[in-house]
C-alpha cells in the first residue's frame, strides 16, 4: 500500500445559498481545491453526499459533478453513509490511491438542505435512522440524540448547562471562520435559555442545517511533496459500524463503532490520543461532543463533559475541538461536513488557520459520524513539511 | 417520508403483537426480528411474542416533528427495555410528559400511531403506557 497526501484543498461559505444549486456547489469547491494543487485533470472523483435525492431530486452526482468539472470521461461515483458520507468518500478516495489503482483523485462533500421546509428537512435527516423500528415512531433525529443526553445525565449526574460549553467554545471558534455560517458569540445563559427540540436537546444543543461544499485533492505521498508546497499526509483512515437503532445497541452511551475507529486509526499512526495536537469531533449535538470525546479516549467514560466544564476543549485547552468552528457554528451540510473537517485540519497543519492557528500543530484527528452512531470514520492527518 | 402499506402489513406481528425471536443454540430473546442471533451469530428464527413488559431507559419529548406526527405534539418518546431483554423505540401514552422518569414500570398497548399512511389507511402500532 502506498501512503496518501492531500495536496488541495477548498470549500465554500457555509450558510443558505439560494443561488447556487447541489451542482454550483460542488463545482465551487472543487475548482477550488484543484487550483489550490495546480492541477486541472485527475483519475478519479468521489462525491460524498447524503441527501441529494430526497431533498434536490437529483442523484447521480458522480457524473453531474464530473461533467461540470469538465472532467469528461472520468471514474465519478457517489458516496453515502449518512452524515459520515463526506469521510466515507474521502476513505474511499484514500483507498483508490493507496492501492495504486489511481495517481490523482479529487472528493467533494457537498449537501443542499435550505431549499426545503424544515419538516421536510427533518425528515430527510431521519433516514439515518431505523425508518422500521425508529423513524416509525415518530423519532426525529434530534430526539435520538435527546435519548442519549437525558440517559448521560441520569448514569452520570450532570445537568444541562453543564454542556454549555461545548456550543459556547464552537461558536467563539466561528468568529474567526470566514466560511462559518455564524458569527455570533453565545453565553452559558443563553445556552440555558434556548427553546427545547426534544427535551433534554435545546437549539443550542444542535447543529443547524446548512448548505455546503468542502473538496481536497489527494496524492501519492512519494511525491507529494512535488506537486504541493505544503501537503498533509494522511496518518489514517478507519471505519467502523454498529447497529443503526440505537436500540440495538448493547451499551447505547458506550459509542462502540466511534471507539472501534478511533483504535483502529490510532493503531494504523502508531501513536494514543496523547499524541494528538486537536480533534474536529462530530458536534451535531452537545452529547455526541461528550461520547465522542470519551470513546476517542480523551476522557474516562461519563467524563466527556468534564472536559467542557473545565475549558479544556478551547484552543489553548488540553484537546481543542471545533477549532473553526466545528458543526454547531460552521455548520453541518451532512454529507459535506466531513470534507469541512479535513479541510480544516489540513488548514492547521499547514499553520494557515489565522486567529485560530494551534500552534505548532502536527497531528490533527477528525471524527465523523453517520446516523446517532452507527457508521463512524476517523482520519489522523499529518504535517509533512 | 411516509412508509408504505405493504411495510405496516409486512411488519403485522411486530406492529401489533410485539413478535420477536428467541436463539435456538443461546437462548437469547431478540426483537425486531432479525434471524441472526447478534449474540452469538447463529441462526435464529424461532417467535417468540414477547410479554410487552418493561421499564423506561431514557425518555424524550418531542416539539419538532418528522412529517405525518405533526398533530401529536408535544409527545414522548421513550426507549424500553423490555423485562425479556431487548430494548424498543416506542411513544408513551397516557402519562403527562412531566410525570415520566427514567425507571418508571410501562406496558405496551396497541394505539394509532398516525392518522394517515400514504394511501390514507390509519396506521397502529405499539405504545407503551404507565403498568396499571
Ligand atoms: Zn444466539
Known sequence: ??????????????????????????????????????????DALYVGNMMSGEITGQEHLGALVAD???????????????????SAALRVGTLAVASGMADLVLVVGVEKMLDTSGRETTSALAMAADAEYEVSQGVSFVALNALLMRRYMHEYGWKREDFANFAVVAHENAMNNPNAMFHLRITPEKYAKAPMIATPVGLLDASPVSDGAAAVVLAPADYARTLSPAPVLIRASAVATAPVAVHDRKDPLALEAARLSARKAYEAAGVGPEAIDFFELHDAFTIMSALSLEAAGFAERGRGVALAVEGEITRTGRIPIATMGGLKARGHPVGATGMYQVVEAALQLRGLAGANQIPNARLGMTQNIGGSGATIITHILERMV | MIEKVADNWRLRGQRYRLEGEVCPHCGAVIFPPRDICPECGKPAKEPKPLSGRGEVYSFSTVYSPPEGFEAYVPYTVAL?????????????????????????????????????????????????????
Open chain 1, 1 to 42: 500500500m502506498r501512503k496518501v497526501a492531500i495536496i488541495g484543498i477548498g470549500q465554500t461559505k457555509v450558510g443558505e445559498h439560494w443561488s447556487l444549486g447541489i451542482r454550483d456547489l460542488a463545482l465551487q469547491a472543487s475548482l477550488a481545491a484543484l487550483r489550490d494543487a495546480n492541477l486541472e485533470k485527475v
Open chain 2, 80 to 132: 424500553v427495555k423490555l423485562e425479556e431483554g431487548p430494548m424498543v423505540t416506542a411513544q408513551l401514552t397516557d402519562v403527562a410528559p412531566d410525570e415520566v422518569e427514567i425507571g418508571m414500570k410501562v406496558e405496551m398497548v396497541t394505539r394509532k400511531l398516525r392518522a394517515r399512511g400514504e394511501e390514507g389507511t390509519i396506521i397502529y402500532g405499539y405504545k407503551f403506557r404507565p403498568m396499571l
Open chain 1, 68 to 86: 461540470a468539472l469538465g472532467l469528461r470521461g472520468v471514474e465519478a461515483m457517489k458516496i453515502e453513509a449518512a452524515c459520515a458520507s463526506g
